[in-house]
Structure formats: C-alpha cells, structure tokens
C-alpha cells in the first residue's frame, strides 16, 4: 500500500484498487468520508442520512431459497459450468495469456465475504506482472494491462475462476461484488445499509453490475447508488432473480461492458 496520505487516495468498482490522485481539484473519497464522518453527531449528518433513505431492514431469513435451496444451486451451477465450459475455455485463456506476457496466469487479492471474513479471491490476470507494484487503481487505458487482459476484463471473463471459489464456500453465483477491506473502512460507516450488503456471500455477479454500477466510485454518492442494489437484493433474492440476473450478464459480457477496464 502507498505512503501517500489517505485524502490522496480513491477507488475503483470491481478492480477494487487504489489510486493516487496527488493535487487533483476534486475532493477524494477519504476526504469526503472523513468529513462524514466529522458531521456524525450533527442535524446536517441526519438530513443527509434521510436524503439518502435507504431500507435496512432485511426481511425473513426463512424463506426456503434463501436458506436451503441457494447453496445447492451454486454447486450445481459452478460444477456444470466448469464441466462444460472451465473445462476448455480456462485452458485455452490460460495459454493466451502465458503467450502474451509474462507471470502467473491468476492474481490472488484479498476481499471481504461473508460476515465480513476476508478470503482469497481469484482472478485470471490481465496486468503485467510486477511483484514490487504498489496497489494502484485500474484505469481506462491503463498500460499496465496486457492486450488479453483488455479483452478478458471487457468480456468479464477474468471472473470466471472464480467459480471455483463458489464451490469453496466463499462465494456465490449471485450476490454482491466482494469488496476489497480499503472500501469497507471508507465507505461502512457513512453509506447507510453498507454492512448488510456482509450478510449473504458474494457474488460473481450482482445485481447492481447488471444494472450499470460498475467502474469508479469517486464519491459517497456514488457508493450509496451501488448498494442501494445490493441491499435491495439481499432484501428480495430469489430464485427467479438469480437467473435473470444470470442472463443478463452473459448478454452483457457478449455485448461488451465499456466501464469494464
């Protein structure tokens, strides 16, 4: 992590890494956070707490999906995908990506899953390798990725592996994006409803990728609109929604995403 002070740093959505902004006019996410944080005893903290309303409360957990049938759905899903498809595709990208630069084929980061445990989360790499890299964020145009690597992250097809941490338990087909701890410290405190988005585990996808919240968060603001859809799904999820929101990210992945980089 960089030596740079905390109001010098911002995020990004899925890639989750950090970013030096320097003298950058604009007010960064800690910035906006810590003063947040400041107003928390204040009317003004309140007003815009109930400016940015969002519903906390989570229905029954005792409903039969939920509880029983999600799990098992997730196995049968992640088995049957990476029977049919992992089984020929991970190779050949594996191989693509060997060809094109060198290091691994996977990256490892660490991100937060259910009940707020922390697990290892895996990607097919799309940046050049470089050990001694600070963390930094993903851009548009960044040089750092590879030419395969532009083409897996606007196909979503670096995420694939991470079906297999669907079949370890730390992850599930449907469910919000699994966030790196940096965004948590910022963001849990000053987004209402944020650490309930912790109560179901992760997803490969999510409702809120699905419904356009994806590239950088620069503001409170911003992050307030992302989890409004996921805890809205961790309200209502269903079987039903699970699929549909299954089916629209293989169109979005045929269609291209253009925050996706």
Avoid at 28 to 38: D, G, I, T
Avoid at 78 to 96: D, R
Wanted: aromatic share 8%.
């Amino acid at each position: 992590m960089s030596s740079q002070p905390a109001s010098s740093r911002m995020f990004r959505g899925d890639s989750m890494e950090v970013a030096s902004v320097g003298s950058h006019p604009e007010v960064s996410v800690q910035a906006e956070a810590e003063a947040l944080l400041l107003l928390k005893r204040t009317k003004e903290l309140q007003r815009y707490r109930a400016s940015n309303e969002v519903d906390t409360k989570v229905r029954s957990p005792l409903r039969l999906y939920a509880c029983y049938g999600k799990r098992p759905f997730d196995i049968l899903f992640s088995v049957t995908f990476l029977l049919l498809v992992g089984i020929w595709l991970f190779p050949l990208i594996a191989l693509a990506i060997r060809l094109d630069s060198r290091g691994p084929i996977l990256f490892r980061q660490r991100r937060v899953g259910l009940n707020g445990e922390t697990f290892s989360c895996l990607k097919f790499r799309t940046m050049t390798h470089d050990p001694q890299a600070r963390f930094a964020q993903a851009q548009k145009n960044d040089p750092r990725i590879t030419r395969v690597g532009a083409f897996l992250r606007r196909s979503n097809f670096d995420e694939l592996p991470q079906f297999i941490n669907v079949l370890l338990g730390d992850m599930s087909v449907v469910g919000p994006r699994p966030h790196v701890a940096e965004l948590d410290h910022v963001f849990a405190d000053v987004v209402p409803g944020y650490v309930l988005r912790n109560r179901v585990r992760p997803g490969v996808t999510g409702l809120a990728q699905v419904s356009g919240c994806r590239g950088e968060t620069r503001s409170v603001r911003d992050m307030t609109h992302r989890i409004r859809f996921d805890t809205f799904y961790c309200r209502t999820v269903s079987f039903t929604m699970d699929l549909k929101i299954i089916v629209l990210t293989v169109l979005r992945a045929l269609q291209g995403d253009e925050k996706a980089y």
